[in-house]
């Protein structure tokens, strides 16, 4: 295999990636242009005090789907996805600010660009693979950026249950002591209280836009603190006090977790070496002997070996992680 042949392969993974690039980009103006227009259209309809008659209308200043919002054949196709819902919700838990045609974009783009990559060098399982690894990217990384969120969340979630507890002592209502932890938390505390303050200045009943912040942070503190809220508006009680003792519960739990990960990093250590050794051995084997390492990437045998390989350390690797995972 010559030089050509790998610049051939990268100049068919730059030209595929940009040109998805670029499709994204586009997607995005297109939905950015008909969510401007839509919503100017629904500011006029106001300013001219039209009365909507059914749901739909009256809610389509707050919420508007993905085929309203691009509209047409692709509108049509993306809201009938499998799982689509589900995608939307690990969109939203994430915070990326990705549309869910635009996640498909970049899972479609990517498995392009390093399938027609990989059959420029290698043979078809290769590209296979190439193109299967490429569709999970996306995925891999919407799953790292919603479990950061989360965790950055719960680290600054009791601080945010003192400042709402201590605006409840002063006083204030509880919609006063939303604005407040909305204003004067860290992120992303303050974004998604934020996004509850508003929905309820807008109209929406507090109870569903509480059960709405714990879909999007799907945590066990998260929905004790939507419970005591919701039995504390049915039976009453003082609900600082049930707010000050949340607190403290969840960071007796910070503090159980923390001594867990200190008593199971030798076995995450552990596998994080075992799945990295071989393929840093491979590699430093290719670059001193590229010889010795041929037959075993060139060859079908080879090929089919190493696929096996990496299965396998797959496997263990996954498993390890699973055995050093505690619930709590």
Known sequence: MDTQEWLMALMVFGAV???IGSAVLLWEGIRAFRRQRAATRALRRVHREEKADDAQDRESILRRREEDEVGGVVGFILTRLPHQADVQQRLEQSGVGWSVGTFFLLSIGWALALGLAAIMVVDLLFAAVAAAIGLLLPW???ARKRAQRIEAFEEVFPEALDLMTRSIRAGHAFATGL???????EEPVRAEFKQVHEETRFGL????SLRGLADRMDLVDVRLFVTSI?????????????LDGLSRIIRARFKFRRQVKIH?????MTGTVIALAPLVAGILLYLVNPDYMEPLIFEPAGRLMLFVAFLMMLIGFFFIRRITDIDY
Not at 230 to 242: C, S
Request: aromatic share 0%; hydrophobic share 45%; glycine share 8%.
């Open 264 to 268: 199971t990093a030798h076995g995450r």
């Open 179 to 185: 604005q407040v932890v909305a204003e004067e938390s």
């Open 17 to 19: 990636a940009l040109a």
């Open 140 to 142: 891999i990384h919407l």
């Open 205 to 208: 009943p507090l109870d569903e």
């Open 230 to 242: 919701l039995i504390q508006r049915e039976a009453g009680g003082n609900l600082a006090e049930k």
